[in-house]
C-alpha cells in the first residue's frame, strides 16, 4: 500500500533523513518511532508530497500521493494539528473539508462523533484544547474513509480514554483491510497499537520489528521467598547477577537457563520473568544514545 525507498533529505548540510526504506502492507498498523529530531516528520513530509526527497521516491498504491487525482480519497494525513483556522468550528472546518473532498458533509459529523468531538462541534477551532485540536486532525483525517492513514504523533497531547478511543479507531481500520502509519516519540503510547515498529535514529532506521522482538532482552528478573539461596544458586550456575528493583535479581541469562539451574538446585521461585527493555534502553541501544 505504502512503498518508499531511498528516502533522503538533507537541511544546512546535515542529513535529517538518510536511505529511508520500507513497505507497508494492507490490514496493519505500523509505527514510525524515534527520538525528538529523528527524522520522522520529515520522512512523513516527503511521503505525502509536502517537502521534495534529495533521493528516492515514495509511492502510494502505486504512485506517487500528489499525483494521484484526489490524493485525499486515498491517504488520510494528519501532520500539524495546530494547522487550522481558529476562527472556524470544528463542524465548519470539516464541512468545507469534505466539500473539498467530495464527500456528503454529513460526514463531517460522523467522524466528529467518531472521535467524541459531537458536542463541542459548533465551538471555535480557537477555543479547542490540544488534545480536541488533535481528535479534530484524526477526524479530517478519516473524512473520506482512505484506505492508507499517516499520522504525525497522533496521540499527542490526549488523555487517557481519548488514547484508548484513538487505538481502537486504528485497530479497527486495519482490521477492516486499511494500512496505518503513525509516528511517536513515546514507546508506551504504540506498544499496544501497533503490529510493527520503524525505529528511526539519526535519520536511518534502525531497527524494524514487531515491538516484542525490539524490547526483549536477554536478561531475566528472578524472585524467590530465599533471595539468598537464589543468589548463591545462581552464582554456582554460572550465571551472573545484580540486584534490580522490587526485591528482584537481574540475571544475565534467559528465563530458560535461570529455571533450569533454579530447579537443579531446588530453589522454589517466586517469580520469574524476561526483563523488558525500556524505551530508553531501546533508543540507546539502536540509535547508540543519539537523542536530540
Ligand atoms: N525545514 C527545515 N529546515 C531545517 N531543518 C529542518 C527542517 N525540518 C526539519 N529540520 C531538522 O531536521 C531534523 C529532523 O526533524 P524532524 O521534524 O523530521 O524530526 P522528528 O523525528 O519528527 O522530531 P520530533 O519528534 O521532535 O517531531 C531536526 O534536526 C530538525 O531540526
Known sequence: MLTAWGLTKTYEGRRVVDQVGFELQPGTVTAFLGPNGAGKSTTLRMITGLTRPDHGQATVAGRPFTAWPNPSHVAGVLLDAAAVHPGRSGRGHLRMAATLAGVPSRRADE?????????????????????????????????????????DE??????????????????????????????????????????????????????????????????????????????????????????????????HAPVERVSDVTFAAGVPLLGLREEQMSLEDLFFRLTSGSRA
Open 111 to 151: 467522524v466528529l462523533e467518531m472521535l467524541g468531538l459531537a458536542d463541542a462541534a459548533t465551538r471555535k477551532i480557537g477555543k479547542y484544547s490540544l488534545g480536541m485540536r488533535q481528535r479534530l486532525g484524526i477526524a479530517h483525517a478519516l473524512l473520506t474513509n482512505p484506505p492508507l492513514l499517516v499520522l
Open 154 to 251: 497522533p496521540i499527542n497531547g490526549l488523555d487517557p480514554e481519548g488514547i484508548r478511543a484513538v487505538r481502537t479507531l486504528l485497530r479497527g481500520h486495519a482490521s477492516r483491510g486499511g494500512t496505518v502509519l503513525l509516528s511517536s516519540h513515546v514507546l508506551s503510547e504504540v506498544d499496544q497499537t501497533a503490529d510493527r515498529v520503524l525505529v528511526i535514529g539519526n535519520g536511518r532506521i534502525v531497527a524494524d520489528g514487531p515491538l516484542a522482538s525490539l524490547t526483549t532482552s536477554s536478561r531475566s528478573l528472578v524472585r524467590a521467598k530465599d533471595m539468598q539461596r537464589l543468589a548463591e544458586a545462581l552464582q554456582r550456575g554460572g550465571v551472573a547477577i545484580q540486584p534490580a528493583p522490587d526485591g528482584f535479581i537481574a540475571a
